[in-house]
């Protein structure tokens, strides 16, 4: 069956890198898109970017200076890095598959704090 | 970016009860549209896309219609299980967007 899972750090310094892995199984990552949507504590989710079947990308543009996503398909593995955070990035992080979000992850808690 | 304005935020009604939430972007989305259900500490589960099909295995209590600006989401005969938030988007354009979602508790 589909499933998508995050994984990564839980705490991240401020103004460091955050980095993030999508693990995908039960589709390719060749024929589905897979996106990065994110929900800070108490506040409403927030569309990231995505990256296609064709290898390519988009980014929403509140983000797109430090942000980048990249994929290696024969891991079947999405990566999310993030540059320059701030307290306000502290949010769970979710990868889902495909513009219209038929599948989600689990999501991981991340804390941007010293 | 289309804006998209979720009513009511919260909403308690009782067992067996039909309820709607709405949804309205703040231009046409020409039926871009998901429905979401989320329940504490759990990731968000797609319940309706396209405005109003039904994603595979979602109960047929759960219904979605509208077009244009305005689109709704209704679960008929509330069950104990349907308690959780409620979520549209919308993927018409970009960047893809988020109601601010609904809260449902049991009366």
């Known amino acids: 069956q589909v499933q998508l899972k995050e994984s990564g750090p839980g705490l991240v310094q401020p103004s460091q890198t955050l980095s993030l892995t999508c693990t995908v199984s039960g589709f390719s990552l060749t024929s589905y898109d897979v996106h990065w949507v994110r929900q800070p504590p108490g506040k409403g989710l927030e569309w990231m970017g995505g990256i296609w079947g064709d290898g390519s990308t988009a980014y929403n543009s509140a983000l797109k200076s430090r942000l980048s996503i990249s994929r290696d398909t024969s891991k079947s593995q999405v990566f999310l890095k993030m540059n320059s955070l701030q307290t306000e990035d502290t949010a769970i992080y979710f990868c889902t598959r495909s513009i219209t979000t038929d599948y989600w992850g689990q999501g991981v808690m991340v804390t941007v704090s010293s | 970016d289309i804006q998209m304005t979720q009513s009511p935020a919260s909403l308690s009604a009782s067992l067996g009860e039909t309820v709607t939430i709405e949804c309205r972007p703040s231009?046409?989305?020409?039926?871009?549209l998901p429905w979401c259900q989320q329940k504490p500490g759990k990731s968000p589960q797609l319940l309706i896309y396209n405005a109003n099909s039904l994603h595979t295995g979602v109960p047929s209590r759960f219904s979605g219609s509208g077009s244009g600006t305005q689109y709704s989401l209704k679960i008929n005969s509330l069950q104990s299980e349907d308690v959780a938030s409620y979520f549209c988007?919308?993927?018409?354009?970009?960047?893809?967007?988020f109601g601010g979602g609904t809260k449902l508790e049991l009366k």
């Open positions: 988007q919308q993927y018409y354009d970009y960047p893809p967007t």
């Open positions: 231009e046409d989305i020409y039926s871009g």
